[in-house]
């Protein structure tokens, strides 16, 4: 998915699921600043603090990253959540390892991810790390199927869809991407299709089995499931009953089902422009809202290290500590501690 779900349409469920404008803000650029974070390392501050933070994604998201611990630390816990073949904890899928770090939608992995936020939502990042969560838990409908490592796992071909002129442009894109006869990381063969809300398409997987995809399908049954997590947050209920929860108000759930599927452009940018406008003219019950992200901007980064000059000693504030990029860094060390060291081994699964 790309910043028109992880920033606009999480927007438009966290406001329908009871978060106040300055609550959802937080929200929402946690999950898209997750595509954003590209940089690591040591912040030095003239006053000898230091603070390190770690990326939660690789610059222009290159689909041929063949940095394993790399692909472990930040594929793993933050795009590709293995899913365990979307069996329980103890259960293992047949064949080998790769069969349980392939991404399976909604899995027993996902929901415990799900659960362990909520589980923490008094920690001073909760919304920060809820944004994070909500971003992983996404891309679990949209990356199914593909694992975050260099595997032939994840190769695929016979790829159509319902829009001859995407599939053009993409079949010329993809032979000059994989060129180099790299192994393809995550939907790397498929590049942007998953990411297309308006697309139904369809591939033959590594295992030569047809693959049928629909799209505006699974960003709504995304959303859906978003709502009842972000609901099941504000009330501090791991376990949402979802019946008592119900549902995304019709209304609201036909809207959005409309601009999945009529919302075509290919550039996830002008998708987002779109979904903002609709906020801001009332298409959605919450009423008329103004909503903004910049990543050129870095508007966190800049608020919190005093300006746009981010290397050298840079000036100390004890406003640091309370910054929303601070607490960002903290919540993605906390979610990737949690994924990687705490959850996963209970599925039997060691990264990183």
């Not at 650029?29 to 030095?44: L, R």
């Not at 027993?108 to 920060?128: E, T």
């Not at 960003?219 to 009842?228: C, P, Q, R, S, V």
């Not at 609901?231 to 209304?251: H, N, T």
């Amino acid at each position: 998915m790309q910043i028109d779900f992880h920033h606009a349409v999480t927007y438009v469920v966290a406001r329908l699921a009871g978060f106040s404008p300055a609550e959802a803000d937080i929200v929402v650029y946690s999950a898209q600043y997750v595509d954003d974070a590209t940089d690591e390392g040591i912040i030095e501050f003239s006053s000898g603090a230091l603070f390190h933070r770690i990326s939660s994604a690789h610059k222009m998201l290159d689909y041929r990253n063949s940095e394993e611990l790399g692909n472990h630390r930040v594929w793993l816990p933050f795009h590709f959540l293995p899913g365990n073949d979307g069996l329980p904890a103890g259960a293992n899928p047949d064949g080998s390892f790769i069969n349980k770090i392939i991404c399976r939608p909604n899995s027993h992995v996902a929901r415990d991810m799900v659960r362990d936020c909520i589980d923490q939502s008094h920690r001073p990042y909760a919304l920060h790390r809820l944004g994070i969560t909500m971003h992983v838990y996404a891309d679990t409908w949209a990356h199914q199927g593909f694992a975050g490592v260099n595997h032939k796992i994840n190769e695929a071909s016979s790829l159509v869809s319902n829009d001859s002129d995407f599939d053009i442009r993409f079949t010329d894109k993809i032979v000059n991407f994989f060129i180099d006869k790299a192994f393809p990381l995550g939907h790397g063969t498929v590049l942007s299709y998953p990411d297309q809300p308006h697309l139904k398409w369809e591939y033959n997987n590594a295992y030569g089995r047809l693959i049928v995809r629909d799209n505006p399908a699974d960003f709504i049954d995304a959303a859906g499931h978003m709502y009842h997590v972000m609901r099941a947050y504000r009330e501090g209920v791991s376990l949402p009953d979802f019946d008592r929860i119900g549902r995304i108000p019709d209304v609201d759930r036909d809207t959005m089902i409309r601009f999945l599927q009529n919302t075509t452009s290919k550039e996830g940018e002008k998708r987002h422009r779109v979904w903002l406008d609709a906020v801001g003219i009332g298409e959605f019950s919450f009423g008329a809202e103004t909503v903004h992200y910049d990543p050129d901007e870095k508007l966190w980064k800049t608020q919190a290290l005093g300006g746009k000059k981010w290397t050298g000693q840079l000036p100390y504030s004890e406003d640091f500590l309370h910054s929303n990029w601070k607490l960002f860094h903290d919540a993605l060390l906390a979610h990737r501690f949690a994924i990687i060291h705490e959850i996963l081994p209970q599925y039997g699964i060691c990264a990183a």
